[in-house]
């Protein structure tokens, strides 16, 4: 089955950038898409097809995709970015694959 | 406005058997795929498995395979998930989604159906 490998958690100071990171074998290949969870709701997508947003979402939010590693980038953290992001990909057998998912924590 | 609208909370014993609903509306509910999706207590997301409204093509993944079953109503725009004996491991946050029929991914979500099993 295939694996995709997120850090647990990111700590960042507002207004900086905030990178997470998504691992997988050839995850280039693939598209990846990110989701925002913040406690007690249901994941937002936020990046589609690795680096497009649906309408809505600000264009601090930002993704890119090659080789091993998958990453969105958030520029200008605010308070209200504090959540937990999670990675995904379409696999044949497993469907749907997420990461474990990150959780960002602004200082 | 596309709608996924989940049934309420639930709290079941163990062997009981459970279905839950994923309501939709404001899109042509044959035109994309359904997901649900679990996340366990304090845990990330899991796909349980997928289904295609217009045949009712349902696709589970590996893990839950054969312990619960996918279908929809297509006069109700409707997608279920159900059990038929639930066990205390099944106790988690479900969630429905529908498939962007380009991009794959998850562009509208449901609010999400906790289920609890316990004696």
């Known amino acids: 089955s295939y694996v995709l490998t997120q850090p647990p958690s990111v700590s960042v100071a507002p207004g900086r950038t905030a990178t997470i990171t998504c691992g997988g074998n050839n995850i280039g290949d693939k598209s990846v898409h990110w989701y925002q969870q913040k406690p007690g709701q249901a994941p937002v997508l936020l990046i589609y097809?690795?680096?497009d947003r649906p309408s809505g979402i600000p264009d601090r939010f930002s993704g890119s995709n090659s080789g091993n590693t998958a990453t969105l980038t958030i520029s200008r953290v605010e308070a209200g970015d504090e959540a937990d992001y999670s990675c995904?990909?379409?696999?044949?057998?497993?469907?749907?694959?997420f990461g474990g998912g990150t959780r960002l924590t602004v200082l | 406005e596309v709608r996924l609208v989940q049934s309420g909370a639930e709290v079941k014993k163990p062997g009981d058997s459970l279905r839950i609903s994923c309501k939709t509306s404001g899109y042509t509910f044959t035109d994309t795929w359904i997901a649900w999706v679990r996340q366990l207590p304090g845990r990330g997301l899991e796909c349980v498995g997928i289904i295609y409204p217009a045949d009712s093509d349902a696709r589970y993944s590996p893990s839950f395979q054969g312990q619960v079953t996918i279908s929809v109503d297509r006069s109700v725009k409707t997608a279920y998930l159900q059990w038929s004996s639930l066990k205390a491991s099944d106790t988690a946050m479900y969630y429905c989604?529908?498939?962007?029929?380009?991009?794959?991914?998850?562009?509208?979500w449901g609010q999400g159906t906790q289920v609890t099993v316990s004696s």
């Open positions: 995904q990909v379409w696999d044949r057998n497993d469907l749907w694959v």
């Open positions: 989604a529908r498939r962007h029929s380009s991009h794959e991914a998850g562009d509208f």
């Open positions: 097809y690795d680096s």
